[in-house]
């Protein structure tokens, strides 16, 4: 019990600006590793994140119970429940895709354990780069059962359509408008509409990275342009500079994907 409540309490000192909470860094640690993971198309991207978002709803739910002594965030602490649900079936949703993409002839390549060379090498963090490897054959958002040898179990991207694009816009700003007086008469932190934005955004990104969409990279960045100086002005130092970070990420993912997608297509 004693180490439970430490890691619930712990802080890092910052001088004269508000200390860091251990949680919060730990949760971001962890986001970071999804985030890469689904760069790499990773099915154990979502586990990992789950644990982040479940270590950071500690944290946002524990504004609410601090009796002032941090800003109340009830979009970031909301979305973390959001992340958990979401995740849980976009989880499944990359399992199933992965299993339906490994090779039929696998039990033809596989190493002293009976274990598949691409499997293996993915069990030991991988070295290959992605690009390298074959992603399936994708018809339309659903693949293919792949022939190869050596395919690879990451997911195949997909772009959205110009419908589902008008469709994810149009959330955005009606989900934004219409949350943003909830949280204000919740008490959240100004400016609220800030709040609403990100964790509005947040949804549709993680749906979009279930969907295998190209587009959520971009949705991310759009999130992280408005909470980077939220969460600064709240004093959640931390996710702030890992908002920073996820900025460069997300774009560097987003060309990632791209490129693999191209590929995919000009192997047709």
């Known amino acids: 019990m004693d180490s439970i409540s430490w890691l619930y309490n712990a802080t890092i000192p910052l001088g004269d600006l508000k200390?860091?909470?251990?949680?919060?860094?730990?949760?971001?640690?962890?986001?970071?590793?999804?985030?890469?993971?689904?760069?790499?198309?990773?099915?154990?991207?979502?586990?990992?994140?789950i644990i982040?978002?479940?270590?950071?709803?500690?944290?946002?739910?524990?504004?609410?119970?601090?009796?002032?002594?941090?800003?109340?965030?009830?979009?970031?602490a909301g979305r973390q429940i959001m992340?958990?649900?979401?995740?849980?079936?976009?989880?499944?949703q990359w399992h199933q895709s992965s299993r339906q993409r490994r090779p039929a002839s696998a039990s033809a390549e596989t190493g002293p354990s009976g274990t598949?060379?691409?499997?293996?090498?993915?069990?030991?963090g991988q070295a290959v780069s992605t690009d390298r490897l074959r992603v399936g054959t994708p018809t339309g958002a659903d693949a293919e059962h792949s022939t190869k040898p050596h395919g690879e179990a990451g997911v195949s991207p997909v772009w959205a359509t110009?419908?589902?694009?008008?469709?994810?816009?149009?959330?955005?700003?009606?989900?934004?408008?219409?949350?943003?007086?909830?949280?204000?008469?919740?008490?959240?932190?100004?400016?609220?509409?800030?709040?609403?934005?990100?964790?509005v955004g947040s949804l549709l990104a993680t749906y979009g990275m279930a969907r295998r969409?190209?587009?959520?990279?971009?949705?991310?960045?759009?999130?992280?342009?408005?909470?980077?100086?939220?969460?600064?002005?709240?004093?959640y130092y931390a996710t702030a500079v890992m908002y920073i970070f996820y900025g460069v990420f997300t774009l560097t993912g987003?060309?990632?994907?791209?490129?693999?997608?191209?590929r995919r297509r000009l192997s047709h």
């Open 213 to 235: 969409w190209v587009e959520f990279w971009l949705i991310w960045v759009a999130v992280d342009v408005v909470g980077v100086p939220l969460l600064l002005s709240a004093g």
């Open 19 to 49: 200390p860091l909470v251990l949680r919060e860094v730990v949760g971001n640690v962890f986001g970071l590793a999804s985030a890469l993971g689904g760069m790499r198309r990773r099915v154990w991207a979502w586990p990992v994140g």
């Open 162 to 199: 110009a419908r589902q694009r008008a469709v994810l816009v149009t959330l955005m700003v009606v989900g934004t408008i219409a949350l943003t007086p909830l949280f204000r008469l919740l008490g959240s932190y100004e400016p609220v509409w800030a709040d609403a934005w990100t964790f």
């Open 52 to 76: 982040g978002n479940a270590l950071l709803f500690s944290v946002f739910l524990g504004a609410i119970l601090s009796h002032g002594e941090a800003a109340t965030l009830l979009g970031q």
């Open 116 to 124: 598949s060379a691409a499997e293996a090498a993915s069990l030991v």
């Open 83 to 92: 992340f958990i649900a979401v995740s849980i079936w976009g989880w499944r």
């Open 254 to 262: 987003f060309f990632v994907w791209r490129r693999v997608d191209r």
